[in-house]
């Protein structure tokens, strides 16, 4: 039975939303969790067939469900996706999808890099853009981006990464206060490690990680109370243990755990 958190949510934000990277991780959860409280559901990704699954486990709530399947480092598969749900009444946008490379970025190759600035920053600046402009008509309805702990200081070993999580974080930020007169609740999400599909594309490996049920938790329960999220004791204690340090230290700590979390993943391969 639904609590009268999760009624407020659907009154608010319902009757449908739209979630990118739903076929795996946090995207995947919070698209369960949404359809559990209610809401009828656009899923996106790029694995059709994990699309698919979640698809029956949402009908079997008794829940609508569009399957919409592109890949964002091609911009038309990301107009394809707004001009498909153009009609629908959404009322809440969660953009999950995104990816990180990792290691040296001199050593790195430059079209994979403007692939991954076109997943995580070209393709959410533009749905961004989009739906405020159909939110403004609606009385409320909020936007759940994800950022990063790694998008509050430079990051050796993923600094290009770090570099796309700084600009959602900075993006969200300023647009909750824009435009919390237009009714449109932003909040950002900035997880530390989470038992995804996330490490193993980056080729990075983590000692501790919190589960993506209890980020997309999170996230539900923040929304329209709060702009950034640090999700879970682990995002809050890798936060605060290194709020007090000044930006260069920041940097030369998160140079250490990069480079641990990079190098125990090449010594495992080797
Ligand atoms: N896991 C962590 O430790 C962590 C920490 C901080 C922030 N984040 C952020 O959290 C978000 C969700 O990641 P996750 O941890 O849930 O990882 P995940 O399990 O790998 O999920 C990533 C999702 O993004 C989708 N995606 C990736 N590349 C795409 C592309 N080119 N076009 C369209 N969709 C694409 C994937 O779809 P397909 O699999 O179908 O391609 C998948 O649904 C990401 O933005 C990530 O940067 C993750």
Same mark, same amino acid.
């Given at each position: 039975?639904?609590?009268?958190?999760?009624?407020?949510?659907?009154?608010?934000?319902?009757?449908?939303?739209?979630?990118?990277?739903?076929?795996?991780?946090?995207?995947?959860?919070?698209?369960?969790?949404?359809?559990?409280?209610?809401?009828?559901?656009?899923?996106?990704?790029?694995?059709?067939?994990?699309?698919?699954?979640?698809?029956?486990?949402?009908?079997?709530?008794?829940?609508?469900?569009?399957?919409?399947?592109?890949?964002?480092?091609?911009?038309?598969?990301?107009?394809? /996706?707004?001009?498909?749900?153009?009609?629908?009444? #959404?009322?809440? +946008? $969660? !953009?999950?999808? *995104?990816?990180?490379?990792? @290691?040296?970025?001199?050593?790195?190759?430059?079209?994979?890099?403007?692939?991954?600035?076109?997943?995580?920053?070209?393709?959410?600046?533009?749905?961004?853009?989009?739906?405020?402009?159909?939110?403004?008509?609606?009385?409320?309805?909020?936007?759940?981006?994800?950022?990063?702990?790694?998008?509050?200081?430079?990051?050796?070993?993923?600094?290009?990464?770090?570099?796309?999580?700084?600009?959602?974080?900075?993006?969200?930020?300023? /647009?909750?206060?824009?435009?919390?007169?237009?009714? #449109?609740?932003? +909040? $950002? !999400?900035?997880? *530390?490690?989470?038992?995804? @599909?996330?490490?193993?594309?980056?080729?990075?490996?983590?000692?501790?990680?919190?589960?993506?049920?209890?980020?997309?938790?999170?996230?539900?329960?923040?929304?329209?109370?709060?702009?950034?999220?640090?999700?879970?004791?682990?995002?809050?204690?890798?936060?605060?243990?290194?709020?007090?340090?000044?930006?260069?230290?920041?940097?030369?700590?998160?140079?250490?755990?990069?480079?641990?979390?990079?190098?125990?993943?090449?010594?495992?391969?080797?």
């Amino acid at each position: 039975m639904a609590t009268s958190a999760q009624k407020r949510l659907l009154q608010d934000y319902g009757p449908w939303a739209l979630v990118t990277g739903a076929s795996s991780g946090i995207g995947y959860q919070l698209a369960l969790q949404l359809s559990d409280i209610g809401f009828n559901l656009v899923i996106h990704g790029r694995n059709r067939s994990a699309l698919e699954v979640l698809a029956n486990k949402i009908h079997k709530n008794g829940n609508e469900v569009l399957v919409i399947s592109g890949d964002f480092s091609n911009e038309q598969d990301n107009v394809k /996706l707004l001009e498909s749900t153009a009609n629908l009444p #959404i009322g809440l +946008l $969660v !953009a999950s999808a *995104g990816y990180a490379t990792s @290691g040296l970025f001199a050593d790195s190759k430059l079209d994979e890099e403007i692939d991954m600035l076109q997943v995580n920053v070209q393709a959410v600046l533009t749905q961004v853009y989009n739906f405020i402009q159909r939110f403004k008509i609606r009385n409320q309805s909020g936007i759940i981006l994800i950022s990063s702990i790694v998008g509050f200081q430079g990051v050796p070993y993923a600094a290009h990464y770090a570099a796309t999580k700084a600009y959602i974080q900075t993006l969200g930020e300023g /647009l909750s206060r824009e435009l919390k007169k237009e009714g #449109i609740d932003i +909040l $950002v !999400a900035a997880p *530390g490690p989470v038992h995804t @599909g996330f490490a193993g594309r980056a080729q990075m490996k983590m000692k501790q990680a919190l589960q993506p049920a209890d980020v997309a938790r999170a996230c539900l329960k923040n929304l329209g109370k709060k702009s950034t999220l640090k999700p879970g004791w682990l995002s809050k204690l890798l936060y605060y243990s290194l709020a007090m340090l000044p930006r260069s230290g920041k940097i030369r700590i998160m140079e250490k755990v990069m480079k641990d979390m990079v190098q125990r993943t090449s010594d495992s391969m080797a």
